[in-house]
């Protein structure tokens, strides 16, 4: 039985996530491990990273935190080539990242405030 429409575009969604957070994670290990940091090994890893990117064809996302992931790859892409200093470059790439992973553990774990004052009634 052939797939359904539906079946089809979540599945090609779902390539589309996964290329960005591996184009996300594989820039952020680069920007963070590499010690001797220039803006022409910059752009190198940019275009090795973009031939996997380009693979997959690139669907719509509704939510936020994929919209956000989305965002950041293409700023990423945009500062190939740039003028700017490439540490002040690193900065703002890693802090809009950790920012990204901020929100997403967010949701994901909810500290319960004053958890001591729960137990007080079964004294």
Do not use: C
Not at 10 to 18: D, E, F, G, T, V
Not at 40 to 53: I, M, P, R, T
Not at 92 to 101: M, W
């Amino acid at each position: 039985m052939a797939a359904s429409k539906k079946a089809i575009d979540n599945a090609q969604r779902l390539r589309y996530i996964r290329a960005l957070e591996r184009f996300l994670k594989g820039m952020v290990s680069y920007l963070g491990n590499t010690p001797e940091l220039t803006q022409e090994g910059y752009d190198k890893k940019v275009q090795n990273s973009l031939k996997l990117l380009n693979r997959v064809e690139a669907s719509e996302l509704y939510k936020g935190d994929l919209k956000d992931l989305e965002l950041l790859v293409k700023k990423i892409i945009s500062y190939e080539g740039s003028t700017e200093d490439i540490e002040n470059i690193k900065e703002e790439l890693l802090y809009s990242a950790n920012q990204l992973d901020k929100s997403k553990n967010a949701r994901r774990y909810k500290k319960e405030k004053h958890s001591s004052s729960m137990y007080k009634d079964w004294e």
